[in-house]
């Protein structure tokens, strides 16, 4: 009964593990960023960047460390994705965000001057790249290979 039992918990965390993989090997990288924004003195200016991405199906995340800016307003292709109201001297804010090929990103600091804060997206690479397998010589006359044979496998170069 304990060997049943056993096989019953190592089948289920096999399960859970062949569910929750594609999410742990999953990587991240900067599509934009790191910028740092300072509030200069005057009139509040925004700064408006374009950037381009390859992958507009993965998911994104805005992300921004506050430090010193008490009110900003951030825009990505028109659309706000912070607000005076989310902003305190010292915060760090998440949000995802959905990107398409080319983008505007627009950051106007209020506030007194002298603040910044830095401003990054960050993509998740969850899409497992092609391998592709063939064998290192051909089967016999009857289809087999009667040996070990190395079937090296190839990725393609990571796109930049």
């Not at 742990?24 to 374009?50: C, H, S």
């Not at 381009?52 to 307003?73: F, K």
């Amino acid at each position: 009964m304990a060997f049943l039992k056993s096989i019953c918990r190592r089948l289920a965390l096999a399960g859970l593990l062949a569910i929750l993989a594609p999410n742990l090997w999953a990587g991240t990288f900067v599509t934009f960023g790191p910028a740092r924004y300072v509030r200069d003195k005057g009139k509040p200016d925004p700064v408006t960047q374009t950037f381009s991405i390859l992958d507009p199906n993965t998911t994104y995340t805005l992300q921004i460390d506050s430090t010193g800016v008490s009110s900003a307003v951030i825009r990505l292709n028109g659309a706000y994705v912070f607000r005076e109201s989310n902003f305190k001297k010292r915060v760090r804010l998440t949000k995802a965000v959905t990107l398409v090929a080319r983008n505007e990103l627009s950051v106007e600091l209020r506030g007194k001057p002298g603040g910044s804060l830095t401003l990054q997206i960050i993509g998740v690479d969850d899409t497992p790249p092609p391998i592709t397998a063939s064998p290192d010589r051909a089967a016999n006359g009857a289809g087999w290979y009667n040996s070990l044979c190395a079937l090296p496998a190839r990725t393609p170069p990571a796109a930049s």
